[in-house]
């Protein structure tokens, strides 16, 4: 019988240790990968502060290295959606679980479905990288996912929270170039600087396993040889959009006409107050004498227009009868103490129509209305007598303002919080024209306000003024409203426009033609502001030719997508 041997070699018992462990980090790494772009991802987005908006030129790398690796490893088609999917849900918890505070079920939708929604242009990526090459793959990427952003701003599962460019709104002095571009040109700038950043990352590693040394002929350096040239041109790609912006910034004086406009914070709690059918319900009465008793602390005889928030008007308005209304002739004596002054409120209103033929898709029918909409409305007040204008608001929220016909049984059955079914809508802008001939007002309501050429389409139409009138107490105390005003400075720099912000709880605000806040509220306090604006009569190069880079990914994307189909089925 042999004695047993032991050997104490510590080098052998690390090397047995180090290998388990290098195992398990190997098993995690595309995970982790997910989790630090998301993370990433996050971190530089809106309300952050705003340097770490730099953050977001690499946030993107670590899921491009994941998606390599996972590729390296002979990762199924399956797999890669996986770990995609995964980095994609976490950015998308991460920004926007705030939707959860109106309801649960609707944040959660919300995540999901659109984290689903982002995998298709990262999928599309995948399969072209594959089947056509590395070179194409990576050029792809981006105009896969442009598309994506230009499809979701138009469809009616329209959820643009997260496009790409608004992403630097809290660091708007970085993309004063979006009045040429839009905020799509900031996805653009996005993705071209991660993706060359991940290159040379790529390359670098790769010199380094091949442990390569070239002594160069005659000792001269040639900074153009292909490993200098990437990170050079990732350098470039990050500095040069941002050294255009300071110069644009820097150079732009506010340009118009000035005048003076009143913008209300009412502060009702929507959950406890506001409705006739909340436990804390004030009166409507009450609601707009708070309104009128706001607006008073601030009016001048030289205040030109008062900004009420949206629904500040909650209880159903006829059009057709609107004038008979007792509150419409309350707020109608209100404007005849104060000669001159015009006001612009949200209201929901009721539409009737005479019969079936001539009534919108989205009517209602019953039988002591017969067929009706019912509208998420801005109504302008002239003056004392004048006719008032309604605009009915158009981009309207999936599940809670719109249904899609084709989901329209699975969404009834979720509860996304508010009303569940169609509003009704209007196809083109209507700008309110004041007694001031060069006051011209765009009376965006909410959402809307997301929606760079959506809200160019007014100025183009001769708005010199942007007004948005909003209600973002459904979201608390969160990221959400604050995202959400921060997202319209993004709107400010696009057209060149001042912006006049009235919320009913949230933030209300001025914000100036290069998107630096003139004046703001606090959070949930009742407020009312007023700032001199100025009315700009100039369109920028994006409202004048409209959003370019979206519909040319969109036909570029069509094009790799044919060409990859045909790679696959050679390859067959």
Request: charged share 15%; hydrophobic share 45%.
């Amino acid at each position: 019988m042999q004695p047993t041997t032991v050997t104490n070699n510590p080098t052998l018992a690390s090397t047995k240790t180090a290998a388990p462990a290098a195992g398990r980090l190997a098993y995690w790494l595309p995970s982790l990968l997910a989790l630090l772009s998301a993370a990433l991802l996050w971190l530089g987005w809106p309300v952050h502060p705003a340097a770490l908006a730099l953050v977001l030129l690499v946030a993107w790398v670590p899921f491009l290295r994941m998606e390599q690796l996972l590729v390296q490893r002979g990762a199924s088609g399956w797999k890669v959606f996986r770990y995609a999917y995964l980095n994609l849900v976490l950015w998308n918890a991460f920004t926007t679980y705030w939707v959860s505070y109106s309801t649960l079920g609707g944040g959660i939708t919300a995540v999901i479905c659109n984290a689903l929604l982002m995998s298709a242009p990262v999928m599309a990526f995948y399969h072209t990288k594959r089947l056509a090459g590395p070179t194409l793959g990576y050029l792809s990427l981006p105009i896969y996912w442009i598309a994506f952003e230009q499809l979701h701003l138009h469809w009616d599962l329209t959820w643009p929270w997260l496009t790409l460019g608004n992403g630097f709104a809290q660091a708007n002095y970085l993309v004063q170039w979006y009045e040429y571009t839009g905020f799509l040109g900031g996805s653009v700038w996005m993705w071209a600087v991660n993706i060359l950043v991940f290159l040379s990352i790529k390359n670098y590693q790769l010199r380094i396993k091949n442990e390569v040394v070239e002594k160069e002929r005659s000792h001269q350096f040639s900074i153009l040889s292909s490993q200098f040239l990437i990170p050079i041109a990732a350098g470039l790609a990050a500095a040069l959009p941002i050294a255009l912006s300071l110069i644009i910034g820097s150079n732009y004086q506010e340009k118009g006409a000035p005048a003076d406009v009143v913008v209300v914070q009412p502060n009702v709690d929507p959950y406890l107050e506001k409705f006739s059918s909340t436990p804390n319900f004030i009166p409507y009465d009450e609601q707009l004498s708070r309104l009128i008793r706001l607006t008073e602390q601030q009016l001048t005889p030289q205040t030109k227009l008062v900004l009420w928030p949206e629904t500040a008007l909650e209880e159903p308005y006829f059009e057709q009868s609107f004038d008979a209304n007792p509150k419409v002739q309350r707020v109608r004596n209100f404007l005849a103490q104060h000669p001159g002054l015009e006001l612009i409120t949200g209201i929901t209103s009721i539409t009737q129509y005479r019969t079936k033929e001539t009534a919108t898709p989205t009517a209602r029918f019953r039988d002591d209305l017969g067929y009706y909409d019912v509208s998420n409305t801005a109504v302008h007040f002239p003056g004392t007598t004048g006719q008032v204008t309604f605009y009915h608001k158009s981009r309207l929220v999936p599940g809670v303002e719109k249904v899609p016909v084709a989901l329209a049984s699975l969404i009834n059955n979720i509860d996304l919080g508010g009303f569940v079914g169609s509003y009704g809508s209007q196809d083109e802008r209507t700008v309110f024209q004041t007694a001031t001939p060069a006051l011209r007002m765009a009376p965006s309501i909410c959402y809307e306000s997301v929606y760079g050429d959506f809200m160019a389409e007014y100025v183009k139409r001769g708005a010199t003024l942007i007004g948005i009138i909003t209600n973002d107490g459904w979201w608390s105390d969160s990221p959400g409203h604050q995202q959400h005003v921060q997202y319209a400075t993004l709107r400010a720099i696009e057209t060149r426009r001042d912006i006049a912000r009235s919320a009913n709880t949230g933030i209300s605000a001025f914000i100036n033609q290069k998107g630096e806040f003139l004046a703001r509220t606090s959070w949930w306090t009742q407020d009312v502001r007023r700032h001199t604006v100025h009315l700009n009569t100039e369109q920028t190069f994006y409202v004048r030719h409209g959003e370019l880079i979206g519909p040319t990914c969109q036909v570029l994307a069509a094009l790799l997508l044919g060409f990859t189909v045909v790679q696959g089925v050679r390859r067959r």
